[in-house]
């Protein structure tokens, strides 16, 4: 048994202060005991500020290598998403297992320092680079769950089914070629990474993930979607103008409506970016159940479009926040280029707040119910029951002087950083201690011999 003492704790019925977080072994939260400021004396831990820590709910790990190295202007003067994706294609070729271990390893450290606790690794790098499977189909999901082994992360690893190079069947080219499954051998797949998964944590798990409608066929979707009913399903979705239209005219229909009128779409999925969304989809979606897995950072750094939060929110919509290319793993940044783009579009403020709860108090409360959600995870609260994913913030922080109760979160998120993260439990795991990762600088070494071994390619 763990005890963590905490002056001020978010809970689902609000701020409570001296509060008491029994973790049992096994990483589930016995008991949370509020109002009783002499449990200090009992307590293992003591926190300023306890929150609920959320899940990271779409990650490609392997592009942490590329950050900041595709700022500078192709040969066409009007650089796009599409541009991005063939220097990412490029870069894909020289990866080898043990790099794929080594990135993935300080993306999932960095999470764990920015204050989530939990990711879901939407894994579509699964081949050599000829395409040709490893003596293990599952060699590479393997590699991530030997990361997750290292960092203590609570992983959800969601092999991808990837197929086609585009909707009108061709075959993948040399970029995409390590990714590419039909649906037999991507079962295999998938068993292997089930097992992978196996010998971590009893709080990790896995998940099915068809990449797209670009990416697969509507048979291989029917089955990909039938395939683990009880575990999480996520799938890329209406990112880019140039997919919704490419959709529009092989499938019939915009890929959400398509989506929504050929699949019983609700709570088991998460509908990534889903920028490109009519306001009919915008409210069908809200109503589905399901989780809008929002990149906020990645799609500003790509030009994908701007999500429609606000229809969103007014329809009841859930919704998480994922890292996605990682570029910038931030927490705190996340949330809020999330909120200022919505405040860009529409010329207002405050636009994601409620009456009874700040603007920051509803992007945290909201993206800590949709990452769990997404995940498969039983988290997203401090109470009995649920999983100990918690995340503690500087009681010293300069600009959490005189701040109480949701005033807490926004300066949190408006006007700090992920610095102010002291310390982070996954599954009751203490991974971060005042602001460090117990591994931080192994997981650093292994990953900087990784990039001059990469040098070349970069």
Same mark, same amino acid.
């Given at each position: ?8 704790? =978010? ?58 190295l595709t700022e500078a202007r192709g040969p066409d003067r009007r650089d796009s998403f599409w541009t991005w994706r063939r220097l990412m294609f490029r870069f894909l070729e020289r990866l080898t297992p043990e790099?794929?271990?080594?990135? *993935? ?72 070629i390590r990714f590419g499954n039909d649906m037999d051998r991507f079962v295999r797949l998938l068993e292997g990474a089930e097992d992978a998964v196996s010998g971590l944590p009893s709080d990790c798990g896995t ?19 039938? #395939?683990?009913?009880?575990?999480? =399903? ?25 989506? #929504? ?40 750094? =790509? ?16 919704? @998480?926040? @994922? ?14 280029? =999330? ?10 403020? *405050? ?31 401090? *109470? ?16 959490? *002087? ?12 408006? $006007? ?11 599954? @009751? ?15 650093? $070494? ?13």
């Amino acid at each position: 048994m763990t005890k963590i003492f905490a002056e001020t704790v =978010l809970m689902e019925e609000g701020w409570r202060e001296n509060v008491l977080v029994s973790v049992g072994d096994a990483g589930t939260i016995e008991a949370v005991s509020p109002d009783d400021p002499g449990s200090v004396a009992g307590a293992d831990h003591r926190a300023a500020v306890l929150l609920p820590a959320p899940v990271n709910l779409h990650s490609h790990a392997f592009q942490r290598a590329m950050a900041g190295l595709t700022e500078a202007r192709g040969p066409d003067r009007r650089d796009s998403f599409w541009t991005w994706r063939r220097l990412m294609f490029r870069f894909l070729e020289r990866l080898t297992p043990e790099h794929v271990e080594a990135i *993935a390893a300080l993306v999932q450290m960095e999470m764990l320092e920015a204050g989530y606790a939990g990711v879901a690794e939407f894994h579509y790098l699964h081949h050599q680079p000829d395409g040709t499977p490893y003596d293990d189909i599952a060699e590479l999901s393997r590699r991530i769950a030997f990361s997750a082994a290292e960092t203590g992360i609570g992983l959800t690893l969601l092999p991808v089914l990837y197929q086609v190079g585009g909707c009108d069947g061709r075959a993948l080219g040399a970029g995409q070629i390590r990714f590419g499954n039909d649906m037999d051998r991507f079962v295999r797949l998938l068993e292997g990474a089930e097992d992978a998964v196996s010998g971590l944590p009893s709080d990790c798990g896995t998940g099915v993930a068809p990449h797209s409608l670009r990416a697969v066929s509507r048979e291989a979707l029917r089955d990909a979607v039938a #395939l683990r009913k009880d575990r999480p =399903l996520h799938i890329h979705v209406a990112e880019q103008v140039a997919e919704v239209e490419e959709v529009g005219a092989a499938w019939g229909a915009r890929p959400m409506t398509w989506l #929504l009128d050929n699949h019983p779409v609700d709570e088991r999925w998460c509908l990534i970016h889903a920028t490109q969304m009519e306001p009919d989809e915008t409210v069908a979606l809200a109503k589905s159940g399901a989780v809008a897995g929002l990149c906020p950072i990645t799609e500003s750094s =790509l030009g994908d479009g701007i999500f429609d939060g606000v229809r969103y929110r007014e329809h009841g919509g859930r919704f @998480g926040v @994922g890292s996605d290319s990682n570029i910038r793993i931030s927490l705190s940044e996340e949330l809020r280029t =999330l909120e200022y783009s919505q405040r860009l579009r529409d010329r207002g403020r *405050a636009v994601l707040a409620d009456s009874g709860r700040s603007t920051g108090r509803v992007l945290f409360e909201e993206v800590v119910l949709g990452g769990a959600q997404a995940a498969g995870r039983n988290s997203g609260r401090i *109470a009995a029951g649920k999983l100990a994913d918690m995340v503690a913030l500087d009681g010293e922080a300069l600009d959490l *002087a005189g701040r109480t109760g949701d005033r807490m979160l926004d300066a949190f998120i408006f $006007t700090g950083d992920d610095r102010w993260v002291r310390d982070v439990w996954s599954a @009751g795991r203490h991974m971060v201690r005042e602001g460090r990762h117990v591994a931080r600088d192994r997981i650093r $070494t292994n990953y900087l011999k990784t990039i001059a071994e990469l040098e070349d390619a970069l």
